[in-house]
């Protein structure tokens, strides 16, 4: 085998090594749970947050009337 090939094979053998190390489960990521309850936290918060929107909104319609009803009073007198 001439030297450029064995250069060459060698060098496709470390890319393939490096891509293959690169491509690996990260810690964490596995099979274990120790980032589902980040997650189930997270999710949990999202759902609050949207919960604590959805009463706010309703909130600010109801002062909204509430504004206009007395804005309105005094232009009847």
């Given at each position: ?26 810690p ?50």
């Amino acid at each position: 085998m001439s030297r450029f090939n064995k250069v060459v094979l060698i060098s496709l053998l470390l890319l393939c090594t490096g891509m293959m190390a690169g491509c690996t489960k990260k810690p964490g990521t596995g099979t274990g749970t120790s980032g589902a309850p980040k997650l189930d936290e997270a999710q949990a918060a999202a759902e609050s947050a949207e919960h604590k929107l959805g009463e706010l909104r309703q909130e600010r319609i109801k002062l909204e009337k509430e504004l206009e009803a007395k804005q309105a009073e005094p232009q009847k007198k």
